[in-house]
């Protein structure tokens, strides 16, 4: 039986590995036929901006990996309205496609899902 499962994240791009385990988490509840969205809030918005270059701080990209995500079946992404104001953001300056949501659209967003992950 299919289940919703919702990751949030809220790590900055490279406080340590966060978003590449959430990445990681992602991918594996895909793999096993489950329904998976994802919203990132506070600074991890920051990892979907087109100008990410971890390769500069000699990090390996897995950003990259972001784009493929709708090949895995993990389609549904959010980012919180409130971060992109915060870091003078916009969807359309984001390297994915993601919808930005307000706070009480992605409290509906937790409630509709069978298990929230938050790394």
């Known amino acids: 039986m299919n289940k919703k499962i919702l990751v949030i994240s809220d790590a900055a791009p490279f406080d340590g590995q966060r978003i590449r385990e959430s990445l990681d988490m992602a991918l594996?509840?895909?793999?096993i036929d489950q329904e998976v969205?994802?919203?990132f809030t506070g600074?991890?918005?920051?990892a979907l901006t087109k100008d990410t270059m971890?390769?500069?701080?000699?990090?390996k990209d897995f950003f990259k990996q972001l784009k493929t995500l709708e090949i895995y079946d993990?389609?549904?992404l959010f980012v919180c309205e409130h971060a992109l104001l915060e870091y003078q953001l916009s969807t359309e300056k984001l390297s994915v496609?993601?919808?930005a949501l307000s706070f009480e659209r992605q409290q509906s967003l937790i409630n509709e899902h069978d298990h929230v992950v938050k790394l």
């Not at 594996?28 to 793999?31: D, G, K, L, R």
């Not at 600074?43 to 920051?46: D, E, P, T, W």
């Not at 971890?54 to 990090?59: H, N």
């Open 37 to 39: 969205s994802w919203l």
């Open 54 to 59: 971890p390769t500069s701080l000699g990090i």
């Open 97 to 99: 496609d993601a919808k």
């Open 74 to 76: 993990v389609d549904s």
């Open 28 to 31: 594996i509840f895909a793999a």
């Open 43 to 46: 600074a991890s918005v920051l």
